[in-house]
């Protein structure tokens, strides 16, 4: 996979909220093979949304680009198949 356009986060290390960088991205719950179905979360006009299947609290902060989040290690990279 090329990779994908609409940055996809989890909260693995269990944190109370992360801040992200996009208003639209998908929310996987934690790392596979853990994470739950694949949400799309839309805040639309909001600063804040909840995922509905994990409860994990996003934030929107402008400062942040689309794809970075704080911490740094919710966000998931998909590694290429053949890569091991």
């Not at 093979?33 to 600063?47: I, K, R, T, W």
């Not at 400062?63 to 290690?73: F, I, Q, T, V």
């Amino acid at each position: 996979m090329a990779g994908h356009i609409v940055p996809h986060f989890h909260n693995g290390p269990g944190v109370p909220v992360i801040e992200v960088g996009a208003k639209e991205f998908m929310c996987i719950g934690a790392p596979p093979p853990n994470d739950h179905p694949h949400v799309f979360l839309d805040m639309g006009g909001e600063s804040e949304i909840i995922c509905s299947y994990c409860s994990t609290l996003y934030r929107f902060d402008p400062a942040l680009r689309s794809g970075e989040a704080r911490p740094a290690d919710c966000v998931w990279q998909y590694a290429p198949a053949d890569a091991a």
